[in-house]
């Protein structure tokens, strides 16, 4: 099966269902989680933001390539991840019921 | 014992004249009052519908839905490379000019003309009708009376306006007063990285701006945002801002907050701290030079954002490391509207700063989901009315000037047509 992410970050491809390029699709997987899970992906990723920072430096946007791009946006899941693990200790935000507020416009990676 | 320096009189509220009486939110609970902001201020003002940059050639297009004030407007750049607008409707039969699937939803792109889907009747991008399908069934038409209507249009710093008031006259930057000439020349064209979020929210237009006009609940409701220790410090200190202003309709408050890097690491969350951003942007901002008067009027050194409110609905934040968001509240009824956040930033120089940025736009969003949902719970208690009276604090005086400046809107309307059913607000100040 061929490696989602850089040759450097094998180690997150358990991970790559959250390389997901839109914010919507990583919050939706985020509420779809449960905390045990969220918390072994931001267990699995966050000790390597320091490497994907480094990696990700070298690049710009318009030349980030295919594998490079997904690494950005797992890394974007972590993010979106680090709220409940970090903060709320549940997926939703607390006290945010059936509020939503969804992103209409974003850059395109 | 405040903090930071007030004003001469004591307070900020009596300071610019304000009454310091408890307030009453009749005119955010009541379906009568709404219908008459709809024509008072939503026809009467300078409404921001978009930026420039989504026009980026002749033929852009996009539409607004207005429907606090009744209508859908087409803003366009035509082929002469001028921007201008029009209410969203053929002459022919009414039908609504430019949709797609569903009438209701904005759309946008490029045109060289438009074409209504009803009967085939084709306009200019000037909004000459140019284009009548069997022309000589009609009985003397005349094309040249039944253009577009156009809608007054005018650009400040970059982002559109229309106004729905044809007997007005006052141009857009003198309506954006002294608040919006303090900010002419801060690089907006510049940020061209956009994020923009939306959400519907139960309760009335003005309670939502109440709770963007002041931070006294950001140590509060986001409380569990920080970091623990940092988080019952600042409840333990409070909000005060560095200044307010006040001129005509518009306002703004000016706070400090977000020290890039921050004093100690350790008051900030891991994924701030490793990411080096946060709420208040990414903490290495790009150099933009200096900035326009109108910011930091305290001219602090602990500066970390000023939020403008222009009345009625568009509000301005500018952040200190140089990126800015606008807010907009579009009422839908007295107690619903839609809220639209967006988020500007200059384009990540690498893939590292779309990450940075990605935080900024995520912490935004979770605050935004905290709010949200809070004012839902506050309207539907004000609507029991088992309280009609609230008092405010002097951080709170923007909310104080923004319903007084809506009622007087309304009050005025209502003299100039002499309503023959006058609406009762209880007033105070």
Known sequence: ?????????????????????????????????????????????????????????????????????????????????????????????????????????EPAV | MAHFTKPAEGSWTEHYGIDTGPVSYADSISPDHYELERDAIFRRTWLNVGRVEQLPRNGSFFTRELDAARTSVIVVRDMSGEVRAFHNICRHRGNKLVWNDYPREEVSGTTRQFTCKYHGWRYGLDGDLNFVQQEGEFFDLDRA???????????????????????????????????????????????????????????????????????????????????SDESRKLQGVGFEALAYDIDGPHSMVSSWGGMSPPKDLNMVKPIERTLRSGLFGPWDGPDIGELPPGLNPARHPAWGIDSFVFFPNFML?????????????????????????????????????????????????????????TLEATQTMLESQAVTEFPLNDQEVLLRHLHRTARRYVGEYQEKHQSTTPVRISAAS
């Not at chain 1, 997987?29 to 267990?43: G, H, I, N, P």
């Open chain 1, 1 to 105: 099966m061929t490696a989602l992410l850089p040759p450097d970050f094998a180690d997150l491809e358990p991970y790559a269902d959250w390389a997901l390029p839109t914010e919507g699709a990583r919050y939706a997987k985020r509420l779809d989680s449960t905390m045990d899970e969220l918390q072994a992906f931001y267990d699995a990723a966050f000790p390597r933001l320091e490497a994907a920072t480094t990696y990700l430096e070298q690049f710009g946007m318009d030349n980030l390539p295919d594998d490079g791009k997904r690494l950005l946006w797992l890394f974007g899941g972590l993010v979106t991840a680090s709220f409940p693990v970090e903060v709320w200790r549940q997926p939703r935000v607390p006290d945010s019921g059936a509020s939503a507020v969804e992103a209409v416009v």
């Open chain 2, 145 to 227: 009376d039944f253009g577009l209507v156009p809608v007054r249009c005018e650009i400040w710093e970059g982002f559109v306006f229309v106004n729905l008031d044809d007997e007005d006259r006052t141009p857009l930057g003198e309506y954006m007063g002294e608040l919006g000439a303090g900010l002419a020349g801060y690089p907006f064209h510049r940020m061209t990285q956009v994020h923009k979020y939306r959400a519907e929210i139960g309760a009335n237009w003005k309670l939502f701006i109440d709770a963007f006009a002041e931070f006294y609940h950001a140590p509060i409701l986001h409380a569990k945002q920080a970091v």
């Open chain 2, 317 to 373: 934040l500018v952040w200190k490391p140089n990126w800015y968001l606008t807010y907009h509240y579009w009422p839908t009824s007295y107690n619903t509207h839609i809220f639209e956040g967006t988020l500007y930033f200059a384009p990540p120089a690498n893939a590292f700063e779309r990450l940075q940025q990605e935080l900024a736009v995520v912490t935004f969003k979770e605050y935004a989901l905290q709010d949200a949902n």
